[in-house]
């Protein structure tokens, strides 16, 4: 579901707990549910859900993003990591096509191999993304944001994808489309076993 209402900004709290019902209500499914909307980031200490970020004093920030909040319930933390690399890489393939340069898919990361320039430095490559996952009440809860303008708090690492705004909207639907195609598909994969 691409939400239409205004989100100001997303500070990190959507995914500390179970959110997929307030969304979906009755539609929400035990395959997963996946939102997007597009947002500036800022996730400062009390939104942070990773260890390393919080102990670096490291915070997310961005003037323009593609959010995408998912949760997918009874998985624990191995699988919910899995299955973030795994749509990551996804999301990598998906936004290459669409603003047509190579991704590399580091970890978590969406690295992009394309010279640009963030804070005067020119660079061969910069990090387009954000992502974390974690469990919380049988639930695997995860997040990925895509830079559109990273913006100058942005870290001198981050990518600006620059994508329009038909660009983003067709990002987001081929996104969530992905997931739920992914979901299901490893959930009948679960079901064919004798």
């Known amino acids: 579901m691409i939400l239409e209402s205004k989100i100001d900004c997303y500070d990190g709290n959507l995914i500390h707990n179970r959110f997929a019902y307030r969304y979906f209500k009755e539609r929400t499914l035990p395959i997963g549910n996946i939102v997007a909307f597009r947002a500036p980031m800022l996730v400062e200490a009390e939104g942070m859900i990773d260890l390393e970020d919080v ?8 003037d ?6 998912w949760e997918i319930p009874n998985l624990d933390s191995f699988g919910a990591v899995c299955f973030q690399r795994l749509l990551n890489t996804q999301i990598a393939h998906i936004l290459s096509e669409i603003i047509e340069k190579k991704i590399e898919v580091d970890g978590d990361d969406l690295i ?3 010279e640009h320039k963030q ?14 996952t974690h469990v ?5 809860l995860g997040h990925t944001g895509i830079n559109v303008i990273a913006g100058k708090k942005a870290p001198a690492f981050a990518f600006s994808s620059e994508m329009n705004d038909i660009q983003t909207a067709t990002f987001m639907q081929r996104v969530i489309e ?3 195609q992914m979901a299901n598909d490893i959930f009948i994969a679960t079901t064919k076993i004798i």
């Open 55 to 62: 102990l670096q004093g490291d915070f997310i920030y961005s």
């Open 64 to 69: 323009d993003a593609v959010n995408f909040c």
């Open 112 to 114: 992009v191999h394309a």
């Open 119 to 132: 804070h005067g430095i020119i660079q061969e490559k910069g990090k387009v993304s954000v992502s974390i």
């Open 136 to 140: 919380k009440n049988g639930a695997a």
């Open 178 to 180: 992905t997931f739920y």
